[in-house]
T-cell receptor, first 111, second 116 residues
Framework: GQQVMQIPQYQHVQEGEDFTTYCNSS?????IQWYKQRPGGHPVFLIQ???SGEVKKQKRLTFQFGEAKKNSSLHITATQTTDVGTYFC???????????WGAGTKLIIKP | KAGVTQTPRYLIKTRGQQVTLSCSPI?????VSWYQQTPGQGLQFLFE???????NKGNFPGRFSGRQFSNSRSEMNVSTLELGDSALYLC???????????????FGEGSRLTVL
């Protein structure tokens, strides 16, 4: 089963509102990656965070990696229709090559 | 640079049959991972290969198997198909060093399998 909890499962927002998805691991991660999957598409890599407390920005997207390297968040400011899709987090445990995935958060823009 | 190529893109099988899916990674990528995705579900990890060796395996029955060739191309096989195997099967390649964690994954478009 999932060892990285990702919430919420869905988020409905009006265009222009903000969106945030959170990932929490019970164990320390060596890194965290974020992917976006558009409807009908395949996951596309967004970013990787490695350092404790790291914050990275990509235009309207802000990614954070917690101080304990157990949690991460993705925040989108002023959502646009192009942001629609499912956002996944994935991380490596320190002693394993395997990426552990969150279940994803689906961003839905209300008409 | 060509991306990850998966074939076939779509296929329909009946219960009890077997299927082989193919994945050609990005040139120079030695790590290939396979995932199963069903509607409303996340990405379920099947296995990962690096330099022809299976490095990790997910919690799938033995009906699911895979292999990697010397040119890094990979195949996965599902035998004795069940209705519940209907899914999108995604392959991802990564530029990974020996002994290192999988880096950024580059996914293919997927093979959509329907089992009737």
């Amino acid at each position: 089963g999932q060892q990285v909890m990702q919430i919420p499962q869905y988020q409905h927002v009006q265009e222009g509102e903000d969106f945030t998805t959170y990932c929490n691991s019970s164990t320390t991660l060596s890194n965290i990656q974020w992917y976006k999957q558009r409807p009908g598409g395949h996951p596309v890599f967004l970013i990787q965070l490695v350092k404790s407390g790291e914050v990275k920005k990509q235009k309207r997207l802000t990614f954070q990696f917690g101080e304990a390297k157990k949690n991460s968040s993705l925040h989108i400011t002023a959502t646009q229709t192009t942001d629609v899709g499912t956002y996944f987090c994935a991380g490596h445990k320190n002693s394993n090559y395997q990426l552990i995935w969150g279940a994803g958060t689906k961003l839905i823009i209300k008409p | 640079k060509a991306g990850v190529t998966q074939t076939p893109r779509y296929l329909i099988k009946t219960r009890g049959q077997q299927v082989t899916l193919s994945c050609s990674p990005i040139s120079g990528h030695r790590s290939v991972s396979w995932y199963q995705q069903t509607p409303g579900q996340g990405l379920q990890f099947l296995f990962e290969y690096f330099s022809e060796t299976q490095r990790n395996k997910g919690n799938f029955p033995g009906r699911f198997s895979g292999r990697q060739f010397s040119n890094s191309r990979s195949e996965m096989n599902v035998s004795t198909l069940e209705l519940g195997d209907s899914a999108l099967y995604l392959c991802a390649s990564s530029l990974t060093i020996a002994g290192g964690n999988t880096g950024e994954l580059f996914f293919g478009e997927g093979s959509r399998l329907t089992v009737l």
